[in-house]
């Protein structure tokens, strides 16, 4: 393009052209995705939204992390799988930002081998935390309808090797599912251009994720709470009766209504958890807009933000570890043994 001064006429016709150009991701490539439009402000509004986002669901898991990884009194094996789940999520807020970049940009700046990673990364996180949901509603199941069991069945050491065969699992299922669409192998790429991060996966793919990875993890998931739920209700019916009639409420019933308690937050994390996934899976498999599926997308990764959300509502216990936390006291000699179960403070 030749340098010279415009004035008047040529100046405005210049400005049109320009506003007009075709821009590349790269423009130095011949290969290169053309690159979407987007004004300065409405692209600094969406940084500081998703940065505000990310932020959040990171500080609020960590927040879980820390509480149940230094307080003995919530090392059980309930907290364990909420443990694993928060990990989860606190990935995925960290994870943000790049799905963030890209959504602003409309373009991947990152390379073609960090965009297969970034995808397995995505597709372990999602697998993972339906599994770490499948594990809780075992749990659950277990602690609500068998408590006498619960003790033998369900014990530290069998949730950990759990947790651990659910990331096993999932990272294998996450990578196959990668490169089995052949998205590292390079000369089934020549429909792709250079700023592009995707994944071209059949019809069969999709329906097959779609039965393994969510609608039968889903089916575990619903009935098992059904039944939870089914239990609960006749509990809770027998120990209001028996305090309505004057009569003693032994250690066994108030347990029994604590583990209801429990099954009842947990069964909303679930719930949350479904509205949020159920929408973006049908509108994968129906191929509706990408506007429509990034919007989906993101309303999945804001359900990472929800869970401590419901933790604060719902656990006493995780305000008190937060106040510990933000205050510095869980420095203090001896501040892992406390009960924060009590009034005691440190």
Known sequence: MQNKLLTGGDSLMAYK???HEIQYCFPAINSSCIKGKR?????NIMYMFFSLLSAWTVFLNLQVIISISHFKKLQTPTNLLILSLAVADMLIGLVMPIEASRLIEMCWYFGHTFCGLFLAITGLL????LSNLVLIAVDRYVAVCHPLLYPQKITTTK??????LSWVFSSTSSTAFVISNGYFNISSKTNI???ECSLMVSFAWKVIDLILCFIFPCIVIISLYLRIFYVVHQQVKVINTLMKGGKCVNEGSVRRKSESKAALTLGIIVTVYLLCWIPYYICSILAVSSTTINVLMWVVYINSGLNPMIYALFYPWFKKTVKLILTLKIFQPASSLVNIFTEHQL
């Not at 949730?159 to 651990?164: A, D, E, G, Q």
């Open 39 to 43: 004004s300065q402000h409405e692209s």
């Open 17 to 19: 052209i320009e506003d």
């Open 193 to 195: 251009c250079s700023g």
């Open 159 to 164: 949730t950990l090797i759990s947790i651990c």
């Open 126 to 129: 999602v697998t993972v935390s």
